[in-house]
């Protein structure tokens, strides 16, 4: 699994992390960036309500990113972003 891979699967994994708040949160930026952003509570305030920014940053500082890097590997899960060219077709419009 690659780090784009990795806080993808990370930013997927916050709390009530919906696709349209992953894709504004994303918007112009690579998800390492994102990531940043969560972590350092620097998340613009029109991605999602303040709660859930606060409560993103609160779960961040809690991430294993070490298990979830396991998980991922062990499991065989395959993580991808709309806009990467093995994404699903069929999940496409979700």
């Known amino acids: 699994m690659t780090e784009r891979q990795l806080d993808l699967a990370c930013l997927a994994g916050l709390p009530s992390a919906t696709p349209h708040r992953l894709a504004r949160l994303l918007r112009g930026r690579q998800p390492d960036e994102a990531w940043a952003l969560v972590r350092s ?11 859930v920014i606060e409560a993103w940053s ?4 809690r991430v294993d990113r070490d298990l979830y ?12 972003c709309l806009h990467d060219a093995d994404h699903p077709d069929r999940l496409r419009s979700d």
Do not use: H, L, N, Y
């Open 41 to 51: 509570r620097r998340v613009p305030s029109g991605v999602a309500p303040t709660k």
């Open 58 to 61: 609160e779960a961040a500082a």
């Open 69 to 80: 890097q396991r998980v991922i590997d062990d499991r065989r899960i395959t993580v991808t």
